[in-house]
């Protein structure tokens, strides 16, 4: 079936630094990967996605690149900011069937900045 | 700004009872959804809907229901609560053409 890794469940990093949370995946397919972030008592809000093999995306400072020969998705940012600390979500969209539109998440990697 | 509100925000259960929490969307967006957050658990979906008068199982549907009953507004019900079901619950909209899910803020459950 369907399923996204996020390996690590905490990352802490001193500000400046450079930010990777790792992201994998499993499905049969169509594949359209996203990521969400959410803030301390805030909604998950869209931060990035991409369906196409290959291509760095970016956004906000932070950038991913679908790799669909390792199946990955990982988050990257050159340097961290107290700002960025929040709860990262990976997610898979299924496109079948009944499904259609639905999304499945990892689950979600905190990250804490500390100067 | 597409927007997706939730009622209550906080709500105190006591077990075996009833518990309907609220969903308003003003994006106009056909699905909508309902997923719970848990540490370490991320985001699980329990149910969603296409449009008014239907709904579908997501991954987790027991011991909920749920109700579209407009375009607007998706409750999610819980007939006999229990305390497994203390969590933070999030209601989203979307639509697959967009590429993009809608969060609302939360609503956070607590069942004694």
């Known amino acids: 079936g369907d399923s996204v890794t996020q390996t690590e469940g905490l990352v802490t990093l001193t500000e400046g630094l450079p930010v990777m949370l790792n992201c994998t995946y499993q499905t049969a397919y169509s594949t359209f990967l996203f990521w969400y972030v959410q803030h301390l008592n805030e909604a998950p809000k869209l931060l990035l996605k991409?369906?196409?093999?290959?291509k760095r995306t970016e956004h906000q400072g932070f950038h991913a690149t679908l790799h669909k020969s390792s199946s990955s998705f990982h988050l990257q940012k050159s340097s961290a900011q107290l700002s960025d600390s929040a709860l990262y979500y990976c997610?898979?969209?299924?496109?079948?069937?009944?499904?259609?539109?639905?999304?499945?998440f990892g689950a979600g990697t905190q990250l804490i900045v500390i100067p | 700004e597409a927007a997706v509100t939730q009622s209550p925000r906080n709500k105190v259960a006591v077990t075996g009872g009833k518990v309907t929490l609220s969903c308003n969307q003003t994006n106009n967006h056909n699905n909508m959804y309902w997923y719970r957050q848990d540490t370490g658990h991320g985001l699980r979906l329990i149910h969603y809907?296409?449009?008014?008068?239907?709904?579908e199982k997501g991954d987790i549907p027991d011991g909920y229901k749920a109700s579209r009953p407009s375009q607007e507004n998706f409750s999610l019900i819980l007939e006999l609560a229990t305390p497994s079901q203390t969590s933070v619950y999030f209601c989203a909209s979307g639509d697959p053409d967009i590429y993009e899910q809608y969060f609302g803020p939360g609503t956070r459950l607590t069942v004694l």
């Open positions: 991409s369906s196409t093999d290959n």
């Open positions: 997610a898979l969209r299924i496109d079948r069937g009944s499904a259609l539109g639905r999304l499945h």
């Open positions: 809907s296409y449009g008014a008068g239907s709904t």
